[in-house]
């Protein structure tokens, strides 16, 4: 206790030399930039904020009387935090809130680090008007004793430290109305909180408590308590006594009852008991509509057994992870009963901040937050694993197609990459469901050491048009989706064997005795020449035929025509034979095709019938007709062949069909698309480009019309699947920002047939908007970005040739500024003409929103209810933008914006549902966007400063004075 006691002298010493230190260092030194703005300094933006603080304390300037809010970062050294806090309360005597956040910086892998404070001065006490603190994202494993001291205290933010317990001080604060220890490692609560007769809202979610004190009845004013992710087995009766509460939050717990006397809170409208131990719950609760249920085993028949329950771990180095593990000191949790209980296997769901989560031998069940299931058996791992994964963007490099292959997902990474499981771990991948069902697969493509290889896959419907590709892996690597001609695949013995094509039976490979000394494995692939009709209904079996585009696996006999010049032409279904070992075969193989329909053994030209082969690599098709002997039937004719390869049948007078051939095969492979590009109404430096199947165009252009407008959709062009191309603002216009997808002003696009090829972005111009309306054009070339892209279009339009790299061009206007338009931004601003906010408080624009709305993730209807968005119109949104989660948020996020626009308060509502919706860290960072944007403004208009702007803190070079974030 001794050394308690007085540990904190000498740190209070030390911290008064610091600041004299710097007080000398100070007076000798530059003088501090205009960092002051009205009543906030932000130094957290800023590298070496604490020696700014201690730069502007040692002046003593008259406006840090003023500084009611102070924000620094927790990944300060800690000794030099720890002297500048000491200095606060004499510096900043009416200082109402203090942020000492970390988290702002990042691993190698991208996680959040936390900051360095461990503990805070005791002259903090002394700070008699403070009423918000926040210390989320730090190091801190026990409360700092002057924390209970601030009685003034209203909000105190805790989340994402080592919190093991919280002192039985806590209950001396009597203004405080908002608690969040969310993210710590609590395992009992003091029983002295329930003394917070006035706290409002309590965050504990994520954490290791079991139990709760009877004493939580207390809290008489609660109206929202979290408990998500502990491992409660049950719930003291006292919370029936919460009268007050209106949301109550429970799920991922290992609860096996809950007091029937939650029913009756007056006030309650949400009741989330998602995935417990729940059997059976009281009527009262199971009938009512504010109740969630979803993940108990209700209703199901009792185990005969009891297995040790779960826990809830926060990873080392994670902002989150909630997984569960037996805990040998706790006895096995059973029904009221007494019938002994089995938990199902411990689920995990990452949040959209979280890319790593553990594995046990236990074995666990995860869904990722991009809706990627996986299921680790108990047994798979011999030890506890790490597991990360991350989305990469399709591009060619990742993502190996054949010749007649379609994209029908994103990129899944899985590390660590080549680790052997000892039980196959069970993927579940989500795919755009494909339009055409005839004569493809859908399968799961994977990378392993002897290269891309595809697994055994099973489709699993889960509500229409909502498809998962199922897979057993050994180990974890690169995994996509991908349609694919059916493949039939057979192991030919020495003896021989017979392999025919499961959607036509009338192809087939005869292997006779002798073929091969030793088996070999055998594939065979058809695409078909007919138009594939649609199939309609479910998916009704576990090996679905999936198709991609009409285009693409026929050829209509009238584009065969018009491509010939000849009435009566015709092709056979196109052959494709691959094998495993020995190029070749030791007795010739018979291979059997059918003619090209309208085409009979008994009526046919011999002279116009041409038998065609392609070796791959090369795209040439080289007629093999006199090289074998022709075996015609009435329907079919038959060959012998000592190699695999592809093998297409011709029908027509043409006699040198091999350029024909390769020409006819390279319309099979592309689609055709037409090019878009449409600018927001209400903010034309907003651009949309879209590549878009033509039969896609017009049902999509309804429904962006509402929000954009443009010219017409691009004549129609054609692609191959995986093609890239890009766009070019030509005419005075330019991309706004930079961008990763963005190479010298120019966006570049990977063309995949299922996928969104669709980009928003910010346009920009160095002529002079003021005198007239900017008209400039965006033009599509094929390939990747060359070192030289020609200016204008003008030049490559006159080459419509088949290398050709210039399709389309179209125009884009940028109208005439109006005079008051940029006037009450400041000089040096640049922000886009959305209306939200004001220039006091701060603008938000379009891409500050951007920005939001990639951070929200699945959180995003949370958001839009607090925002006040009814439930009827979250699901339209949901079904309008079905199996688009981004496009459900910039739709909510932007219509909400629009309706805002020019209204008083509306940052403020978006910053306060963010809060209200647990997304706080989001909050956060619309505040700093805002912080910076109002101290530009004032910065632009009243110009003025407590010192140069080029000055540099000290111990700090000039030559690199402190940069805000971007925002």
């Known amino acids: 206790m001794a050394a308690v006691e007085?540990?904190?002298?000498?740190?209070?010493?030390?911290?008064?030399?610091?600041?004299?230190?710097?007080?000398?260092?100070?007076?000798?030194g530059p003088r501090a930039p205009?960092?002051?703005?009205?009543?906030?300094?932000?130094?957290?933006?800023?590298?070496?904020?604490?020696?700014?603080?201690?730069?502007?304390?040692?002046?003593?300037?008259?406006?840090?009387?003023?500084?009611?809010?102070?924000?620094?970062?927790?990944?300060?050294?800690?000794?030099?935090?720890?002297?500048?806090?000491?200095?606060?309360?004499?510096?900043?005597?009416?200082?109402?809130?203090?942020?000492?956040?970390?988290g702002q910086r990042r691993d190698a892998l991208g996680a959040c680090l936390p900051g360095s404070l461990t503990t805070l001065p005791s002259s903090l006490a002394g700070l008699a008007h403070l009423v918000h603190l926040d210390l989320s994202f730090n190091s801190l494993e026990t409360l700092p004793d002057c924390v209970p001291q601030m009685h003034g205290l209203g909000a105190l933010l805790l989340s994402h430290n080592r919190l093991s317990e919280l002192p039985e001080a806590l209950g001396g604060l009597p203004a405080l109305t908002f608690l969040a220890v969310t993210h710590n490692r609590l395992q009992t609560l003091p029983t002295?909180?329930?003394?917070?007769?006035?706290?409002?809202?309590?965050?504990?979610?994520?954490?290791?408590?079991?139990?709760?004190?009877p004493e939580i009845g207390g809290l008489s004013s609660l109206a929202e308590l979290s408990l998500a992710s502990n491992r409660l087995q049950s719930l003291p009766a006292s919370l029936a006594g919460l009268r007050s509460l209106r949301l109550l939050i429970l799920h991922s717990n290992l609860l096996t009852s809950v007091p029937a006397g939650l029913a009756h809170l007056p006030l309650l409208t949400r009741l989330d008991l998602r995935d417990n131990q729940l059997w059976d719950v009281p009527p009262e609760l199971r009938d009512a509509p504010f109740v969630r249920l979803q993940g108990n085993p209700l209703g199901k028949a009792l185990p005969d057994s009891c297995s040790p329950p779960g826990r809830l771990v926060a990873g080392e180095g994670q902002t989150v992870c909630r997984t569960q593990e037996p805990l040998p000191s706790l006895q096995p949790v059973c029904p009221p009963t007494g019938t002994p209980v089995v938990p199902e296997m411990p689920r995990l769901f990452l949040t959209s901040d979280l890319d790593s989560f553990p594995v046990t031998p236990q074995g666990c069940s995860v869904t990722l937050a991009?809706?990627?299931?996986?299921?680790?058996?108990?047994?798979?791992?011999?030890?506890?694993?790490?597991?990360?994964?991350?989305?990469?963007?399709?591009?060619?490099?990742?993502?190996?197609?054949?010749?007649?292959?379609?994209?029908?997902?994103?990129?899944?990474?899985?590390?660590?990459?080549?680790?052997?499981?000892?039980?196959?771990?069970?993927l579940w991948l989500l795919f755009v469901p494909p339009r055409v069902r005839r004569c493809r697969e859908v399968v799961v493509r994977t990378l392993s050491d002897d290269g891309w290889s595809d697994l055994e896959t099973r489709l699993e419907e889960e509500a229409p048009k909502r498809l998962w590709a199922?897979?057993?892996v050994p180990h974890f690597s690169w995994f996509l989706?991908?349609?694919?001609?059916?493949?039939?695949?057979?192991?030919?013995?020495?003896?021989g064997t017979l392999l025919f094509s499961s959607g036509n039976p009338g192809i087939k490979v005869t292997f006779p005795p002798g073929a091969t000394d030793e088996p070999r494995h055998v594939r065979m692939q058809v695409l078909a020449g007919q138009p594939p009709r649609v199939a309609g209904g479910a998916l009704a079996q576990a090996s679905v035929q999936v198709a991609c585009l009409p285009q693409v696996v026929h050829m209509a006999d009238r584009e065969l025509q018009a491509l010939l010049g000849e009435p009566a032409a015709a092709v056979s279904?196109?052959?494709?034979?691959?094998?495993?070992?020995?190029?070749?075969?030791?007795?010739?193989?018979?291979?059997?095709?059918?003619?090209?329909?309208?085409?009979?053994?008994?009526?046919l030209d011999r002279s116009r019938l041409h038998l065609l082969y392609q070796a791959p690599p090369t795209a040439t098709w080289d007629d093999i007709t006199a090289e074998v002997a022709l075996e015609l039937t009435h329907l079919y004719a038959r060959f012998q062949v000592m190699h695999f390869s592809w093998y297409w049948l011709w029908y027509t007078t043409k006699t040198c069909v091999g350029g024909l051939a390769r020409k006819a095969w390279a319309r099979l492979r592309l689609h055709r698309v037409n090019l878009i590009a449409l600018q927001r109404r209400r903010d034309p430096e907003q651009v949309l480009l879209q590549c878009l199947p033509r039969h896609k165009v017009d049902a999509t252009l309804r429904r962006l019309l509402e929000r954009y407008h443009g010219p017409e959709p691009s004549d129609t062009v054609e692609m191959f699947e995986g093609e890239k191309f890009f766009a070019a603002f030509e005419r005075g216009l330019d991309v706004d920002a930079d961008r990763p997808d963005c190479v010298e002003g120019r966006v570049c696009f990977v063309f995949y047939?299922?996928?969104?090829?669709?980009?928003?972005?910010?346009?920009?111009?160095?002529?002079?908007?003021?005198?007239?309306?900017?008209?400039?054009?965006?033009?599509?070339?094929?390939?990747?970005?060359?070192?030289?892209?020609?200016?204008?279009?003008?030049?490559?339009?006159?080459?419509?040739?088949?290398?050709?790299?210039?399709?389309?061009?179209?125009?884009?206007?940028?109208?005439?500024?109006?005079?008051?338009?940029?006037?009450?931004?400041?000089?040096?601003?640049?922000?886009?003409?959305?209306?939200?906010?004001?220039?006091?408080?701060?603008?938000?624009?379009?891409?500050?929103?951007?920005?939001?709305?990639?951070?929200?993730?699945?959180?995003?209807?949370?958001?839009?209810?607090?925002?006040?968005?009814?439930?009827?119109?979250?699901?339209?949104?949901?079904?309008?933008?079905?199996?688009?989660?981004?496009?459900q948020i910039r739709h909510m996020l932007f219509s909400w914006a629009e309706r805002q626009a020019g209204q008083p308060g509306a940052v403020g509502r978006l910053v306060q549902a963010l809060e209200q919706s647990d997304r706080r860290d989001v909050a956060q960072e619309v505040r700093a966007i805002l912080e910076l944007g109002c101290r530009k403004y004032q910065d632009g208009i009243r110009h003025t400063s407590l010192a140069p702007r080029d000055a540099a803190p000290p111990g700090a070079s000039a030559s690199q004075p402190p940069e805000p974030a971007q925002a």
């Open 573 to 603: 279904p196109l052959l494709c034979l691959s094998q495993s070992g020995p190029s070749g075969f030791l007795r010739p193989v018979t291979v059997q095709l059918p003619l090209p329909p309208g085409i009979t053994g008994l009526s």
């Open 370 to 426: 991009c809706g990627v299931r996986l299921q680790f058996p108990a047994g798979a791992t011999a030890a506890s694993v790490t597991i990360r994964y991350r989305l990469w963007l399709p591009e060619p490099r990742l993502v190996p197609l054949g010749p007649h292959d379609s994209l029908l997902s994103g990129v899944l990474e899985l590390q660590p990459h080549g680790v052997a499981f000892q039980q196959e771990v069970g």
């Open 192 to 213: 002295a909180l329930g003394a917070l007769s006035t706290l409002q809202r309590l965050d504990l979610s994520e954490n290791l408590l079991d139990t709760l004190p």
């Open 470 to 472: 199922h897979c057993q």
């Open 481 to 495: 989706v991908v349609s694919r001609p059916v493949s039939n695949a057979c192991l030919v013995p020495p003896e």
């Open 753 to 887: 047939s299922h996928l969104k090829n669709v980009k928003e972005v910010y346009v920009t111009t160095s002529l002079d908007r003021q005198a007239q309306a900017v008209r400039g054009q965006v033009s599509f070339y094929r390939g990747p970005v060359p070192e030289e892209v020609p200016e204008e279009a003008e030049a490559a339009r006159q080459r419509r040739g088949a290398d050709a790299l210039w399709m389309a061009t179209l125009p884009i206007k940028l109208p005439r500024l109006r005079g008051s338009e940029g006037l009450g931004r400041g000089a040096g601003l640049s922000l886009a003409p959305l209306n939200l906010g004001d220039a006091e408080t701060g603008f938000l624009t379009q891409s500050n929103l951007l920005n939001v709305a990639g951070r929200l993730g699945p959180d995003w209807p949370a958001v839009a209810l607090h925002l006040g968005l009814s439930y009827q119109e979250l699901q339209r949104i949901r079904h309008e933008f079905r199996d688009d989660l981004d496009g």
């Open 34 to 102: 205009s960092l002051l703005a009205g009543n906030r300094l932000s130094l957290d933006l800023y590298p070496e904020g604490c020696r700014w603080l201690q730069h502007l304390c040692a002046q003593q300037h008259p406006q840090l009387l003023e500084v009611e809010f102070l924000q620094l970062s927790g990944h300060e050294d800690p000794q030099l935090l720890e002297a500048t806090l000491a200095c606060v309360p004499w510096s900043l005597p009416h200082l109402r809130s203090l942020v000492l956040k970390g």
């Open 6 to 28: 007085e540990g904190p002298e000498p740190q209070v010493a030390g911290a008064g030399d610091a600041v004299r230190d710097a007080t000398d260092a100070a007076d000798a």
